[in-house]
């Protein structure tokens, strides 16, 4: 990651989309946005910065991805774990309120 670009949250933390209300579990981090600028143009209608860190989320009660902007995102305080089915592929466990990436697979 870049020196100059901070993000605001970290792989294994839970978040909570501000606009669409659902939580998720970040499993990798882009300091700026590293999709095609056609799944901007469709799917960012917001218009989020593209200089700022991107998050790939994995969506609670869903067998979702998604890639979120950091404007969007807001920490999930609840302390629950989230229900994916690629949890078990990315995560070893989960205690106090984040998950632990599995290092040896990832």
């Not at 946005?33 to 218009?47: G, H, I, K, L």
């Not at 989320?57 to 869903?62: E, G, R, T």
């Not at 404007?71 to 070893?92: C, Y």
């Amino acid at each position: 990651m870049s020196d100059e670009i901070s993000a605001c949250f970290h792989i294994g933390q839970i978040i909570k989309h501000q606009r669409f209300g659902y939580r998720g579990v970040i499993y990798d981090v882009d300091p700026v946005f590293s999709n095609s600028d056609e799944w901007y143009q469709q799917v960012a209608t917001s218009n989020p910065p593209k200089d700022k860190p991107w998050y790939h989320v994995l969506v609670d009660n869903s067998a979702q991805t998604t890639y979120v902007a950091e404007r969007n995102l807001a920490s999930d305080n609840q302390g629950e774990p989230i229900s994916n089915p690629l949890i078990d592929q990315l995560f070893t466990e989960f205690e106090e309120g984040r998950y632990v990436l599995d290092v040896v697979r990832n």
